[in-house]
């Protein structure tokens, strides 16, 4: 346990100098990160079994203390040496990850892996030679119960279990084709799913919060979904007219956020309707008296207004209708709120638009 424990505080100053402020190999710790203390608990348990195996199998053949010890290591140890080499280059293979959290785990793990290694193939041996000399000088040190361990109940179940390969060859061999193909089937059929409560303790008040928006109202913390548009010239009447129709095929989708049969979606189309919309007035008064002087300008660049629809309906443009000026004309009357959803290149043409929906899936409910 104590080589565990300094393989996992040798691996936490690696990651101090091969970090932030430092070599800034890699980043500051995260949560990841954390797990990389419990493989190396798992890792120097089994090093140390193995070693610790075979120094009483030694031990109990009559061999002398330094003679097992070197006997044990230079068998187990060249087992050990390829197995921890293998184990450390799977970790390293998350070098190629695109997602830095993943890329400083297998870092800071191949790091600490060999760390314990190296303590499980000196420190261990050291002490255990050392304590084990002073019982024999004392005549503490029994060789008998060192031989009866291939007595033990777990060896004995390990050799049962050689049956199967000895006696019974097609089964074990449909027995592996069957387990691997499932294995297979199953690795291409996995679904990512990411979810940030995951991180966070079950009896955690923001966990409960989201639950309950989640279940009883059918949304959590608010989310929305970005979608660009791209093209050479989207000021015309054609798409225009096709962003209003996309935005009202949404109203009938799941986990889409519809208000008074609107869909919630910030576009270049909704905050011309907040524009339109008459300030609110005190309860009971009258209902403000619409704009006409923007009603006029919006109807002379092809809006048509007139038409009876209703909704954002009424903001399709008649071809020809400019749809250039038009949205020169809104972003000289509110730059910042209609900047947000249209972009002009250097000459002056909206090449982009930005719309963002309302949404309430949650992160479960997130495309793979």
Do not use: C
């Not at 989201?210 to 054609?238: R, Y």
């Amino acid at each position: 346990m104590g080589a565990i424990l300094l393989s996992i505080g040798w691996m936490q100053g690696a990651g101090t100098i091969l970090g932030p402020g430092y070599l800034d190999i890699i980043g500051a710790p995260n949560q990841v990160s954390q797990i990389a203390p419990i493989i190396l608990i798992g890792l120097g348990v089994d090093y140390a079994i193995h070693f610790t195996s075979r120094y009483r199998e030694e031990i109990g053949s009559g061999n002398s203390i330094t003679g097992s010890t070197s006997s044990t290591l230079k068998s187990v140890g060249i087992a050990l040496t390829l197995a921890t080499l293998a184990t450390i280059v799977g970790f390293l293979t998350n070098i190629v990850s695109p997602l830095p959290e993943l890329k400083d785990f297998g870092i800071l793990v191949s790091t600490g892996i060999f760390f314990a290694f190296f303590l499980v193939m000196t420190f261990v041996p050291a002490i255990r030679t050392l304590l084990d000399k002073r019982a024999e000088t004392k005549g503490n040190i029994n060789t008998e119960a060192f031989s009866s361990s291939g007595e033990s109940v777990l060896n004995k179940i390990a050799a049962s279990s050689g049956i199967i390969p000895k006696r019974l060859k097609l089964v074990a061999l449909a027995l592996l084709v069957a387990i691997s193909g499932y294995g297979y089937f199953s690795f291409t059929n996995l679904e990512t799913i990411f979810e940030f409560t995951d991180f966070l303790p079950e009896d955690d008040p923001v966990v409960q919060t989201l639950d309950l928006l989640t279940e009883e109202f059918g949304g959590g913390f608010g989310e929305t979904t970005a979608v660009l548009i791209e093209g050479e010239n989207l000021a015309t009447p054609e798409i225009h007219n096709a962003l209003i129709e996309s935005i009202n095929n949404l109203s009938d989708k799941e986990n889409i956020v519809v208000y008074a049969g609107n869909v919630a979606a910030e576009s270049v189309i909704g905050t011309v309707g907040q524009l339109l919309a008459p300030q609110g007035a005190a309860p009971g008064a009258p209902p403000a008296m619409p704009d006409m002087e923007l009603l006029g300008t919006l109807g002379s660049f092809g809006v048509d207004l007139m038409s009876g629809s209703q909704g954002i309906d009424a903001l399709r443009v008649k071809d020809p209708g400019d749809v250039q000026g038009l949205y020169e004309y809104l972003v000289s009357t509110d730059p910042e709120a209609f900047l947000a959803s249209l972009y002009f290149n250097e000459e002056s043409t909206v090449t982009a638009q930005q719309v963002r929906i309302t949404t309430s899936a949650g992160s479960l409910g997130a495309p793979n």
